[in-house]
């Protein structure tokens, strides 16, 4: 059974900084593409950010520059480093398996609230 825990979020000024994290078990995760999602009060779900096992990784536009995800396949963990933060950045932020929920496994963890606020 795939299980995501998202950590790391809070509240942050305008311009200020933070780091998520997100552990997954049940998976292969060195062989395993991963992503961050996130999704605003009255919006769907974004893809925020991605990186392959080889640690090409590849950004939405709304952060580029901005926003840095990595990976440590010793702790199964994947990051975004998020700087620069805006109020537009506020939203619950989720990691997943691009190519599990491709083939149709919806399953997500409890996501981890970030909010930009002054």
């Known amino acids: 059974q795939v299980q995501l825990v998202e950590s790391g979020g809070g509240l942050v000024q305008p311009g200020g900084s933070l780091r998520v994290s997100c552990t997954a078990s049940?998976?292969?995760?060195?062989?395993?593409?991963m992503a961050w999602y996130r999704q605003a009060p009255g919006k769907q779900r974004e893809l925020v950010a991605n990186?392959?096992?080889?640690?090409?990784?590849k950004y939405a536009d709304s952060v580029k520059g901005r926003f840095a995800i990595s990976r440590n396949n010793a702790k199964n963990t994947v990051y975004l480093q998020m700087s620069s933060l805006k109020p537009e950045d506020t939203a619950v932020y989720y990691c997943?398996?691009?190519?599990?929920?491709?083939?149709?496994?919806?399953?997500w963890g409890q996501g981890t609230q970030v909010t930009v606020s002054s």
């Open positions: 997943n398996i691009p190519h599990r929920l491709a083939q149709g496994f919806d399953d």
């Open positions: 049940g998976i292969r995760f060195s062989i395993s593409d």
């Open positions: 990186i392959t096992t080889g640690a090409t990784t």
